[in-house]
């Protein structure tokens, strides 16, 4: 059985998926829910709370202060993507380490879509063991987002420095690959780390709903990998489309209650 306690949730403002490039995701229905909310929703309890289209801004106390009841929170040093305030060699690391003063249940610092070439470019091996080290003097963790089609890219000294691993499969279809691409990250770490899954209610890569099949393929194969200890737990996304009906959000729902304790 999986442990609760080591699920996830990515946990961004409700409604960014949505308003991401005119919904370029063709996302169904609208996003209300927000980040705790979908964690009592999926019965998932703890969240990585993660900067989408630089929201939330520094400083972070407002918002961390929503999260006080939840057991544990890793924030974002680096956004997604389109937050552009994380580029370029900025970070919120400063407003993580603040907010980490002041609410304990922040245990780490998280970057996303962070192995770009851009952004590789710019947060090289050392700025990474840096970011590490400020985290470190506070015990927070540093977590990263890797996908499995930046497996191939030049990432295992970056890896070095980092405490945690999320790792998603962005492209639906590669999900019958999961097994295989884990052990080619195995292969890639010069030492291990924790390790969790990262499971998508939709099939982002494709912009489509995430098929049934592949849902429940994700899952079963997620299981035997937490079973086998080859994974720490795993991270749902995510609360932004928890509430848009989707098939895939119910079922997981009911799954989680059949496999967990």
Same mark, same amino acid.
């Given at each position: 059985?999986? $442990?609760?306690?080591?699920?996830?949730?990515? #946990?961004? %403002?409700?409604?960014?998926?949505?308003?991401?490039?005119?919904?370029?995701?063709?996302?169904?229905?609208?996003?209300?829910?927000?980040?705790?909310?979908?964690?009592?929703?999926?019965?998932?309890?703890?969240?990585?709370?993660?900067?989408?289209?630089?929201? &939330?801004?520094?400083?972070?106390?407002?918002?961390?202060?929503?999260?006080?009841?939840? &057991?544990?929170?890793?924030?974002?040093?680096?956004?997604?993507?389109?937050?552009?305030?994380? $580029?370029?060699?900025?970070?919120?690391?400063?407003?993580?380490?603040?907010?980490?003063?002041?609410?304990?249940?922040?245990?780490g610092g998280i970057m996303d %879509?962070?192995?770009?070439?851009?952004?590789?470019?710019?947060?090289?091996?050392?700025?990474?063991?840096?970011?590490?080290?400020? !985290?470190?003097?506070?015990?927070? $963790?540093?977590?990263?987002?890797?996908?499995?089609?930046? !497996?191939?890219?030049?990432?295992?000294?970056?890896?070095?420095? +980092?405490?945690?691993?999320?790792?998603?499969?962005?492209? #639906? *279809?590669?999900?019958?690959? !999961?097994?295989?691409?884990?052990?080619?990250? *195995?292969?890639?770490?010069? *030492?291990?780390?924790?390790?969790?899954?990262?499971?998508?209610?939709?099939?982002?890569?494709?912009?489509?709903?995430?098929?049934?099949?592949?849902?429940?393929?994700?899952?079963?194969?997620?299981?035997?990998?937490?079973?086998?200890?080859?994974?720490?737990?795993?991270?749902? +996304?995510?609360?932004?489309?928890? $509430?848009?009906?989707? *098939?895939?959000?119910?079922?997981?729902?009911?799954?989680?209650?059949?496999?967990?304790?």
């Open positions: 059985m999986i $442990d609760r306690n080591d699920l996830w949730l990515w #946990g961004q %403002d409700a409604g960014s998926h949505h308003a991401t490039l005119n919904n370029c995701w063709k996302l169904p229905g609208e996003n209300r829910m927000g980040p705790v909310e979908g964690s009592a929703y999926l019965g998932v309890p703890n969240i990585c709370r993660v900067a989408m289209g630089n929201l &939330p801004e520094p400083p972070f106390f407002d918002e961390a202060e929503k999260l006080k009841e939840i &057991p544990k929170v890793v924030w974002s040093v680096i956004g997604d993507g389109g937050s552009g305030r994380t $580029d370029g060699g900025n970070t919120d690391l400063q407003a993580v380490l603040d907010v980490a003063k002041v609410y304990p249940n922040i245990t %879509d962070f192995f770009s070439d851009a952004r590789m470019a710019v947060y090289t091996a050392d700025v990474i063991r840096d970011i590490a080290g400020a !985290l470190h003097t506070q015990n927070l $963790d540093l977590w990263t987002v890797l996908y499995t089609h930046e !497996l191939h890219k030049p990432i295992a000294e970056h890896l070095r420095h +980092c405490d945690v691993i999320t790792f998603w499969t962005w492209h #639906g *279809e590669d999900l019958i690959h !999961l097994e295989e691409n884990m052990s080619r990250l *195995e292969s890639v770490l010069a *030492e291990p780390r924790p390790i969790y899954q990262g499971v998508y209610f939709w099939d982002y890569g494709a912009s489509r709903p995430m098929p049934m099949e592949l849902m429940k393929h994700q899952l079963e194969v997620g299981y035997r990998l937490y079973e086998a200890g080859k994974t720490r737990g795993m991270v749902f +996304c995510s609360n932004t489309i928890a $509430d848009i009906g989707l *098939e895939t959000v119910e079922y997981t729902r009911q799954w989680l209650n059949d496999h967990c304790k």
